[in-house]
């Protein structure tokens, strides 16, 4: 994993133990903060620590063991100021002084252990270690831990905080945080596990009854995912979809509605039958109907001319409510797929294609329809509409 040298990997190595003397806890032994690379590290050595320690020290249920050596100058604790870069209030952060049996003649930890360099909310724990000699020594672990406790017991400087020292005070404090935090976040974790249950409950539910599973009658189960698909799409032209209840946007029904009477009625309400007309133009047109002879109205030929070329102008916007309405059909289409289909992909996306190919072949008819009704009109001029102004109509109000 790390190669033959001193390499680091992100990759963990996970050890187990099971023991009667070890606590439920998860310890996550880090790497140093190396400085200068040796052996075969890169040369961003010390990024690449950094990152990998900030890593796990950064989630806020982790409790950060500041490990620093007790004949160390502690304002020179790498571990302390990497802490503090997460933990700036030192809520979730224990220090931990190891080798307080090798500090000099007449010195000791106290000041350390008693926050007066550096305080943490959850303060220190002097522990002893078991040095290389006894490791080579085979010495374990068990006698290690009495002697530990015996040179707190029988050191002057901190007998009287002995019941405070030691591997065990540190092992029955993590303990007694880890109860702590299962008491506070418990109802919070019990309600978010009712929470999700409910969703998956409800997820569970839309993907249909178990019953239309396997291949004993797919037929059933085909009808079964049509007749759902066709009642949706009803249900989103009459804006009963559950998927449509969004206050910012319509949808649906509701769309198509608007096309029609709102943005295709305001188009037509703003069309001015007089544009692209001009007076030249006008005139034109009716000394052309005329021939030689002057005209005292406006000839019948020059009239249908002039107003058929203005009516042709209504077949754009009528076309562009059919692509509206077509889209809005299309996005229709997606709003109606089911969760229970989601596990057949390919019924799905075939479903979805064949739904749209209908609208496709809808669309030419219907662009072919708006195309006749024009030509309708454009083929007969109804000069006895009551809307119509004509000779007599304007004699008559003279």
């Given amino acids: 994993v790390t190669g033959r040298n001193k390499m680091i990997s992100a990759q963990p190595i996970t050890l187990k133990i099971y023991s009667p003397y070890v606590i439920d806890l998860t310890l996550v032994d880090l790497p140093g903060m190396t400085k200068v690379p040796v052996g075969d590290q890169p040369s961003d050595i010390e990024l690449q620590v950094r990152r990998l320690v900030l890593q796990y020290i950064t989630k806020p249920s982790c409790i950060v063991l500041a490990i620093t050596a007790a004949n160390t100058d502690l304002a020179n604790s790498d571990a302390l100021k990497i802490a503090r870069e997460v933990d700036p209030d030192g809520a979730r952060t224990i220090g931990v002084l190891t080798k307080c049996d090798l500090m000099d003649d007449g010195t000791d930890a106290l000041d350390m252990l008693h926050g007066k360099i550096y305080p943490l909310r959850r303060g220190y724990v002097a522990v002893v270690c078991r040095s290389q000699k006894d490791i080579a020594g085979k010495k374990n ?3 290690a831990l009495r002697e530990e406790e015996k040179f707190f017991r029988s050191h002057a400087a901190y007998r009287h905080i002995a019941h405070k020292c030691g591997t065990h005070y540190l092992a029955n404090m993590l303990n007694q945080i880890f109860m702590h935090h299962i008491r506070d976040t418990l109802p919070e974790l019990k309600a978010r596990i009712q929470t999700l249950l409910h969703e998956n409950e409800e997820e569970l539910a839309a993907y249909g009854d178990s019953m239309l599973e396997g291949t004993g009658n797919p037929g059933a189960l085909l009808l079964h995912f049509f007749s759902k698909f066709a009642r949706s799409f009803q249900e989103a032209i009459d804006g009963q979809l559950a998927t449509q209840h969004l206050a910012d946007q319509l949808q649906g029904g ?27 133009e006008i005139r034109t047109s009716i000394r052309n109907a005329t021939g030689p002879k002057a005209a005292l109205f406006v000839p019948e030929g020059a009239f249908e001319i002039l107003v058929k070329k203005q009516i042709s102008k209504l077949e754009q916007p009528a076309l562009r409510c059919v692509d509206q309405v077509y889209e809005e059909l299309q996005k229709m289409v997606e709003m109606c797929e089911s ?29 072919q329809m708006i195309s006749n009704l024009i030509q309708i009109e454009l083929s007969y001029i109804n000069t006895n509409h009551p809307d119509f102004v004509g000779g007599n109509r304007a004699i008559h109000s003279i």
């Fill in 339 to 367: 969760p229970e289909m989601t596990r057949y992909t390919n019924l799905r996306d075939r479903l979805v294609e064949v739904v749209r190919g209908v609208l496709r072949k809808c669309l030419q008819p219907t662009n």
């Fill in 254 to 280: 509701a769309r198509i509605n608007f096309i029609f009477h709102d943005w295709f009625v305001k188009t037509l309400n703003e069309f001015d039958p007089l544009s692209g007309l001009t007076d030249l």
């Fill in 141 to 143: 672990i068990r006698d």
